[in-house]
Nanobody, 115 residues
C-alpha cells in the first residue's frame, strides 16, 4: 500500500521558519517527480514547489521563491520543504504529491502563521 505522510507543520509567528517532511512507503521516490502543494481554507490547491526525479531542476511559485526550498533524500525516501520568513498568507494545508506512471497524494499538514 502506497502512503505519503506529511509531518512537521505547526503554528508559528511571521518571520519564523518551519521544515515539513513527506515520508513515502510502498514506492521509491527516486522514480517520481515530487511536489508540494498548499491549500488555504476555502481556496483551491496551489503548486508551490517541485523537484524532478533524482535531484534535478526545481520549480518554485513566485509567492515562495527565495523563501522556500524543496529537497529530497532518496535514501530516506523522504522529501522536505524548508520554509523561511513565513508570512500569514502562507497559512494553509501543505500536501505532498508524487507523479510518475501514477500519482499519489498525502493527506497534508497544517501550517499556520500569525502576524
Amino acid at each position: 500500500q502506497v502512503q505519503l505522510v506529511e509531518s512537521g507543520g505547526g503554528s508559528v509567528q511571521a518571520g519564523e521558519s518551519l521544515r515539513i517532511s513527506c515520508a513515502a512507503s510502498g514506492l521509491s521516490l527516486n522514480a517520481y517527480a515530487m511536489a508540494w502543494f498548499r491549500q488555504p481554507l476555502g481556496k483551491g490547491r496551489e503548486l508551490i514547489a517541485g523537484i524532478i526525479y533524482n535531484g534535478g531542476p526545481t520549480y518554485y511559485a513566485d509567492s515562495v521563491k527565495g523563501r522556500f526550498a524543496i529537497s529530497r533524500d532518496n535514501a530516506k525516501n523522504t522529501i522536505y520543504l524548508q520554509m523561511n520568513n513565513l508570512k500569514p498568507e502562507d497559512t494553509a494545508v501543505y500536501l505532498c504529491h508524487a507523479r510518475g506512471a501514477t500519482e499519489f497524494w498525502g493527506r497534508g499538514t497544517q501550517v499556520s502563521v500569525s502576524s
